[in-house]
């Protein structure tokens, strides 16, 4: 029987490429705690030990799909490792960057081999100066070619429990026990057992009747981690405790197929990792992610539920407007002809109606909160890729550059958080590329030599904050300015105050031609940044002070489907703002509205608002009021903007439905929602609403660029 | 014989149009139509579905033809061209017939109501001819349109 004909593999590859995600983003957050103790002489054992075990399973899981190149990789990688954790290798500069790109070779190949894609180039150079260093450390590196060769030489050596292995592994899980408790770092094993360096001889067994030779410990490593995915078990727990002893004793296994731990030997090596970890008290937050069950649920699944508890919002609302109807009509009817006894029957069931629409309420509410919440996921998704990139870029550009990460456990809908790691990139990047000065400029200007950039997600209300702060040199508002002139979108004698430079860097094409913002020279702007966030009906802004640095910040919705909308009656039609964008209505006298440049405007509390007025904006027929208009205060980047509407019609949660594509995109409409009554609201999208209004003139557009 | 095809044949006007019955979904009495602002002026709005949207589209105005009062007789058909569903306003519908596939011709030159862009063809039933519109070009017209208006229209998202 082959492997093979254990499970589907194709759902094998997609749990494979989830897991192994995981762990290499582990590898990654792993690798940077370690490279804090280069060339210190002294190493976080239980980190190294944490790159060991997830190594080990991606091999493992590798070896059991049969992806012997990713295998490979794994194994020579998780060699070094070994090397580390008994100190046969000093942690040195280059040996860490070796193993960072061993974690993107790594990367590229499970891609590959998922994909069923290319080999990525330049693995076999990669692992050919792998061994060369590994070799320079333990002369045995380099005759360890891989497992399968090795099961090959020992063909014949069918012994199923190899006793003094056993015995001898016992003793090293002592020894370490022992030295964890004393809470010493794991120096090193006596040479005599040697349990890894022994492990790639298991003996193929006897279950296997396969024609290729399997790595029996490889084998075990998968069929763990099934085990794990059908327990439900958080994949992270997977590399927790078995792995590494299940590398010693896998020879005494007699069927890799047997999934049990063999009773005997399973338990006990389980002990040394977590037991040195527990020593010196890193290990908790990783077991504590073991701890939370959870399952893997295709995203489809739950936007399709989310769209059915729409459609129970909706029909909640509606009964709730019948009960109400009928309540009043019933009331109505009696008072008038005072045959109370004929409706009393109906009037009762008018009651049970309502009482009973209300539970519906609630209920409906508690589902569509549960949903919403089932959808959420921490920042951190995306935050962790974060730590890595600006190492790397931080090096290439010479800089030296802290990250700090803060609130990545904040969490917000799964579409939110895919939609907005892009931008976060490029903000990173950014502040990498621009705003962190170089460390002689910053010491000449009496700052440390390096510089930090503090990531920072927080929920406030019903939104989730994200900032990004750098304490670089600012934006230089004299560079923007003069580029602004000389891009013709101001003029030397325009005023502009600092923010209204600084909102010149989002203008499309702005950024690319010139160094100050320009993300990488990679021709994207700031202002794709900026309309992707718009996009998430999010808010962004910028503060700089120069020489002092440039803080981003994004505040965005917790989730896309259901909102809190502001009804608003305009030319016989109901149309729905978006709550989040609401500052206040106002109910305002014709003569207090003044006329600017041929623009509305009223005075609200010293300041000048503009107004739009949405009916004439919509080309819909809408008589003005001869004596009030009626504003909408919408917010815009710190401004204001009044939309003059009929009236208004209260607040309502709506949900969230897109126009046909048939109808293409309209400028100030963002999608529409079905009433309680069946009819239907179009909800109005501010930002493209004011910036096509306001579309026209060069100065005003200076006024709203990037809405 | 012949093959068949069934067609659904509705009124513009005098004219006789036929859309092939796989591609409608259902026939409704007019409803209120919720007005677009601002999209292409064929486009009569939207309407509610038992909870789905559905954008309808006016054919006498895609077809440059005067607009009408709507009456009793006014009908939505809805339809399914490809994964969009789209509703149209015809005058009336007529009924569902059988076409022999070779007594439909190309569209002749002499057709002027309608644009022959739109048209797959001409089919003969006794004295009667049926125009057989070509669905998906009346949407993919929508979209060329649109995208023509959005460049008048240019929004500077920035």
Redesign the interface.
């Known amino acids: 029987m082959s492997s093979s004909d254990f499970f589907d593999r194709s759902e094998f590859i997609q749990y494979f490429r989830d897991e192994t995600d995981e762990l290499l983003q582990a590898i990654d957050a792993d690798l940077l705690r370690l490279e804090q103790f280069v060339d210190t002489g002294t190493l976080d054992a239980e980190i190294v030990n944490s790159l060991f075990r997830a190594l080990h399973t991606i091999k493992g899981s590798a070896g059991m799909l049969e992806f012997g190149a990713v295998q490979q990789v794994a194994h020579k990688l998780e060699n070094v490792f070994d090397l580390l954790r008994k100190d046969r290798m000093p942690l040195t500069e280059s040996g860490i960057n070796l193993l960072f790109e061993g974690r993107d070779v790594l990367t590229a190949l499970v891609r590959a081999a998922v994909d069923d894609g290319e080999a990525p180039a330049g693995v076999d150079d990669y692992t050919t100066r792998l061994d060369d260093f590994a070799a320079v450390y333990d002369s045995t590196a380099q005759a360890i070619e891989g497992p399968r060769t090795v099961v090959e030489e020992h063909d014949d050596h069918l012994t199923p429990v190899d006793h003094e292995q056993v015995a001898a592994f016992e003793a090293e899980v002592e020894r370490l026990l022992a030295a964890a408790a004393q809470g010493q770092p794991l120096t090193d094993a006596p040479p005599a057992p040697e349990p890894v360096a022994a492990a790639p001889a298991p003996p193929a067994a006897p279950a296997q009747v396969s024609a290729e030779p399997v790595d029996v410990d490889a084998a075990q490593a998968a069929v763990d981690a099934l085990f794990a995915a059908a327990n439900g078990a958080a994949p992270a727990a997977a590399p927790i405790a078995p792995k590494p002893a299940a590398a010693p004793v896998a020879p005494a296994k007699p069927a890799a197929a047997k999934p049990v731990p063999a009773p005997e030997s399973g338990p006990k090596p389980v002990a040394p990792a977590p037991a040195a970890a527990a020593a010196n008290g890193a290990e908790p937050k990783r077991a504590a992610a073991a701890k939370n069950q959870t399952i893997r649920v295709d995203i489809e699944r739950l936007d399709m539920l989310l769209n059915l508890v729409g459609e129970l919002v909706i029909n909640r609302t509606r009964i709730s407007d019948i009960a109400g109807t009928l309540g009043r009509e019933l009331g109505g009817a009696s008072a008038a002809n005072g045959k109370a006894r004929a409706s009393d029957g109906l009037s009762q069931l008018a009651k049970d109606l309502s009482e009973s629409s209300a539970l519906l309420a609630r209920t409906t509410n508690e589902i569509q909160e549960s949903i919403m919440k089932v959808r959420m996921v921490p920042i951190g998704q995306v935050f962790d890729r974060f730590p890595r990139m600006v190492r790397d870029l931080a090096k290439a550009r010479g800089k030296d550059i802290h990250l700090e990460i803060a609130g990545a456990e904040t969490d917000l809908d799964k579409t939110i958080v895919d939609e907005v790691g892009e931008p976060l990139m490029h903000l990173v990047r950014n502040c990498v590329d621009h705003g962190i000065e170089p460390p002689e400029v910053r010491e000449s200007r009496g700052k440390p030599r390096h510089g930090t950039i503090r990531l920072n997600a927080y929920h406030e209300g019903n939104q989730v904050i994200i900032e990004i702060a750098d304490d670089g040199g600012g934006i230089d508002l004299q560079r923007v300015r003069d580029k602004g002139i000389r891009i013709g979108l101001i003029t030397e004698n325009d005023r502009l105050t600092d923010r209204e430079i600084i909102e010149l860097i989002f203008t499309p094409g702005f950024s690319t031609a010139d160094q100050i913002t320009d993300v990488s020279g990679r021709g994207v702007g700031m202002d794709v940044v900026k309309k992707n966030i718009l996009r998430l009906k999010g808010v962004f802004d910028v503060d700089s002070v120069q020489g002092e640095g440039t803080k981003f910040t994004m505040k965005l919705p917790l989730t896309l489907a259901i909102i809190q909308a502001l009804l608003v009656r305009v030319a016989d039609e109901l149309y729905s703002i978006p709550l989040d964008a609401v500052i206040e209505s106002q109910r305002i006298e014709t003569s207090e509205v003044r006329t600017v440049h041929g623009g509305e405007v009223i005075t609200l509390r010293g300041q000048v608002v503009p107004l739009i007025r949405v009916g004439e904006f919509f080309r819909l027929n809408a008589p003005r009021d001869p004596d009030k208009v009626m504003i909408v205060i919408v917010g815009l980047q710190g401004r204001q903007v009044g939309l003059v509407v009929d009236s208004f019609q209260g607040e309502q949660e709506i949900v969230i439905k897109p126009l046909s594509d048939v109808i293409g995109r309209i400028a100030g409409i963002s999608g529409a929602t079905i009433l309680g009554n069946g009819s239907i609201s179009l909800i109005i999208d501010v930002h493209s609403l004011v910036a096509s209004a306001y579309g026209g003139g060069r100065v005003t557009r200076a006024e709203f660029s990037g809405v | 014989m012949s093959e068949t095809v069934q067609v659904v044949s509705f009124k513009l006007g005098s004219e006789e149009y036929g859309v092939e019955i796989a591609q409608v979904q259902e026939i409704n009495r007019m409803v209120?139509v919720?007005?677009?602002?601002?999209?292409?002026q064929f486009?009569e709005g939207?309407?509610?579905l038992r909870?789905q949207?559905?954008?309808i589209?006016d054919l006498r105005a895609r077809f440059g033809m005067p607009r009408v009062e709507h009456t009793k007789n006014t009908r939505i058909v809805v339809t399914d061209i490809g994964a969009?569903?789209?509703g149209m306003v015809v005058d009336s519908v007529s009924e569902v017939l059988r076409l022999a596939t070779d007594a439909i011709e190309d569209a002749p030159e002499m057709i002027t109501g309608v644009d022959t862009e739109y048209i797959r063809g001409v089919g003969k039933i006794e004295d009667r001819l049926i125009i057989l519109l070509d669905l998906a070009k009346i949407?993919t017209g929508?979209?060329k349109r649109?995208?023509e208006a959005?460049d008048v229209?240019?929004?500077?998202?920035?």
């Open positions: 209120a919720t007005h677009v602002p601002r999209a292409p486009m939207v309407i509610n909870g949207l559905i954008p589209i969009k569903r789209v949407i929508t979209e649109e995208l959005a229209d240019a929004v500077p998202v920035g």
